[in-house]
């Protein structure tokens, strides 16, 4: 199958990752466990975009809120609509990263770096400036390493047996958005 | 913008292919050989090429200044004139009112309205400014990865064929199926591919 067709017919499993990451986070308060590595915290804040259909009849929904505010994107599951986009808050060791991820494609956007000491080197000097390119990278590449972390926990749990207990979990939490 | 300062926005791609061992001296080869080539003096419709990530007139990478550790920093480079349909329609128009005036003919010939249309385009494109768009990237030679700072898919096809031109390198975005191709067992693979779309309500 070509690059193009696996786009098309293979969009859900980074839907379900992001809608699978959202719960993982809420079921903790915001924090999942990576095994040999402890707790990192992800929060889904802000803002989101559900999708519905395919094609021409795809619909969007974009939703604005707090935290665990956003009940109307979780209304939005109850409907059938599939999370595409989150604004995502990870902390790791001392790190921050702010980003939305883009789930079919796997798009980072809007990437926020953690603060770090090393920005403020000298431009002119070429090992300074080598030096905050290598540690840019760095970030860039963990915040990727990470997300590929969690995204590997998904993957196993999505092909093995633990599927239908972890599916029975995540319905009844899109289920409580009914009731709210 | 996004790779060197503030808030970015990137996806992955692996890199596949073979590199030759002088690895720097041939990737120093072809970036100079594929570098910007500038078109502001020049009638070109469009340039592309690659420049310093630091200063998108620097093409001559002074002690390669593209490269960071095991990583090749670079910018794609984009310079293309373009004028609205709007402005072309417009100069066409005109011209054909003074021909019709000149000629005292009530309506001009299709293949002379082609023509018309053709001549007017050439001649507002060669008058147009060229707009430069230069996008970002970071290819690490350790995993064969590359990270492109843009999501603007007309941006990443020109990426991946300059990429190949320059290196003879194929780019394969890394969407999450073919990420998770990377991180599962070969048996685990299999079941990837058998999995569909479930519902969550």
């Known amino acids: 199958m070509d690059l193009v067709d696996l786009i098309a017919e293979k969009r859900f499993i980074g839907q379900e990752f992001l809608t699978w990451l959202w719960w993982k986070s809420e079921e903790r308060g915001g924090v999942v466990e990576l095994p040999g590595e402890g707790d990192i915290v992800v929060v889904f804040e802000k803002h989101m975009l559900l999708e519905y259909g395919e094609g021409d009849s795809n619909e969007s929904l974009i939703c604005r809120g707090l935290q665990t505010e956003l009940q109307e994107a979780r209304t939005g599951l109850v409907m059938g609509k599939k999370l595409e986009q989150a604004r995502i808050q990870l902390v790791y060791n001392d790190y921050e990263w702010n980003f939305t991820m883009a789930a079919a494609l796997m798009e980072f956007r809007n990437v926020k770096l953690p603060k770090t000491g090393g920005e403020t080197g000298n431009e002119n000097d070429p090992e300074a400036r080598e030096g905050m390119v290598l540690e840019r990278i760095f970030l860039f590449e963990e915040l990727i390493r990470l997300m590929l972390d969690l995204f590997r926990i998904f993957l196993q749990i999505r092909i093995g047996n633990e599927w239908r207990d972890e599916l029975v979990k995540i319905r009844q939490w899109v289920g409580k958005a009914e009731r709210v | 913008m996004g790779f060197i300062k503030g808030s970015a926005s990137y996806v992955r791609f692996a890199v596949e292919g073979d590199l030759p061992e002088n690895i720097w001296d041939f990737i120093a080869d072809r970036v100079v050989s594929f570098a910007f080539k500038d078109i502001d003096d020049t009638y070109d419709e469009d340039s592309l090429g690659w420049v310093s990530v630091l200063n998108m007139f620097d093409t001559e990478f002074d002690f390669a200044s593209y490269a960071a550790g095991n990583y090749v920093t670079l910018s794609m480079r984009l310079d293309e004139r373009k004028v609205s349909s709007a402005i072309v329609n417009k100069f066409v128009q005109k011209k ?80 999450p199926y073919v990420c998770g191709e990377h991180l599962l067992e070969e048996g685990e693979i299999d079941q990837l591919a058998l999995i569909t779309p479930d519902i969550f309500v």
Do not use: H, Y
Not at chain 2, 97 to 124: G, T
Not at chain 2, 144 to 153: A, E, G, M, Q, V
């Open chain 2, 96 to 175: 054909e009112e003074e021909i019709k005036k000149e000629k005292q003919i009530q309506k001009i010939p299709r293949s002379m309205r082609v023509e018309i249309k053709e001549s007017i385009q050439n001649e507002l494109l060669r008058k147009a400014l060229a707009v430069p768009s230069v996008f970002d990237l970071c290819w690490n030679l350790e995993n064969s990865t590359l990270i492109f700072f843009s999501t603007n898919k007309k941006a990443q096809a020109l990426l991946e064929d300059l990429f190949k031109e320059s290196f003879g390198l194929t780019l394969v975005q890394q969407i």
